[in-house]
């Protein structure tokens, strides 16, 4: 088990949701980022060519997100990349 003290997040990048798409005609997509060290969760939206983006907490910001294809990157607000424990693709109907 990988200690939580350092920063270290976990990613899930989601596609998918008929009951969504029926409604807005979108097939979406998301981002979800969860620290265990902050004890916070960041669900974002991710359409069209927004593949990079901003985690606020507490309104400040903490987290800064880049993706490229399904790659994705999570950098600290000093610009130092944030170790990725796990990293998992979800298709929901």
């Known amino acids: 088990m990988k200690d939580h003290t350092k920063e ?5 990048y989601q596609r998918g949701g ?4 029926e409604k807005t005609g979108i097939y979406p997509e998301y981002l979800i980022v969860t620290s265990k060290k902050w004890n ?3 669900k974002k939206s991710i359409s069209g060519d927004k593949k990079e983006g901003v985690l ?3 309104k400040k910001p903490k987290y800064r997100y880049h993706m ?3 790659d994705i990157k999570i950098y600290n607000m000093d610009g130092n990349a944030v170790e990725i424990e796990s990293h ?3 298709m929901a109907d």
Do not use: P, Q, S
Not at 8 to 12: A, I, L, R
Not at 18 to 21: S, V
């Open 56 to 58: 606020y907490m507490n």
């Open 40 to 42: 916070c969760r960041w």
């Open 18 to 21: 008929m009951l969504e798409y």
């Open 68 to 70: 490229t294809g399904e």
């Open 8 to 12: 270290t997040v976990e990613v899930e």
């Open 88 to 90: 998992t693709i979800t």
